[in-house]
């Protein structure tokens, strides 16, 4: 039985494995392979030659065309160009902003030294400013 089902088995594999079309019947139509849409779209056709060619010259993959270097050189000179206007508003400034800003960076100043303080001292003496404030507080609270 086993040998029949395996026989049966190569019949259909045989039958199925022959396409139509290998007879050399000239009525009926021969399948052509299908084109890659990537591979044919123009884009990558220009991509694939410029590899080529630089592959030929003997640059590196790593190599930017030319569009992207000057475009690069295009950003470079953009983040330049602003910079450089930034620090001409600074230098344009009047004494008054002037005077604020450097306020603001004492005020700052002081700050961090005060952080920088507070973390130095010791862990009692932190405690006891917090019940001050907090017995304050309540004391404000229960006159109102």
């Given amino acids: 039985m086993y040998t029949e089902i395996q026989q049966e088995h190569c019949d259909s594999r045989s039958i199925l494995s022959q396409p139509d079309y290998i007879d050399g019947n000239p009525d009926l139509i021969k399948p052509k392979k ?4 990537v591979k044919a779209s123009k884009s990558h056709q220009e ?8 592959h030929k010259r003997g640059l590196s993959v790593d190599s930017k065309p030319e569009l992207q270097r000057v475009l690069e050189h295009r950003r470079r000179n953009q983040v330049l160009r602003q910079k450089k206007e930034e620090e001409e508003a600074k230098k344009l400034q009047s004494p008054f902003e ?3 800003l450097k306020r603001h960076q004492r005020l700052d100043q002081l700050e961090k030294e005060q952080e920088k303080q507070e973390d130095h001292a010791p862990e009692f003496i932190k405690v006891k400013e917090n019940l001050r ?3 304050t507080v309540t004391g404000e609270e229960k006159a109102v």
């Fill in 133 to 135: 404030r907090t017995s």
């Fill in 98 to 100: 002037k005077e604020l």
């Fill in 34 to 37: 299908l084109l890659n849409p």
């Fill in 47 to 54: 991509l694939h030659r410029e590899l080529l060619m630089n």
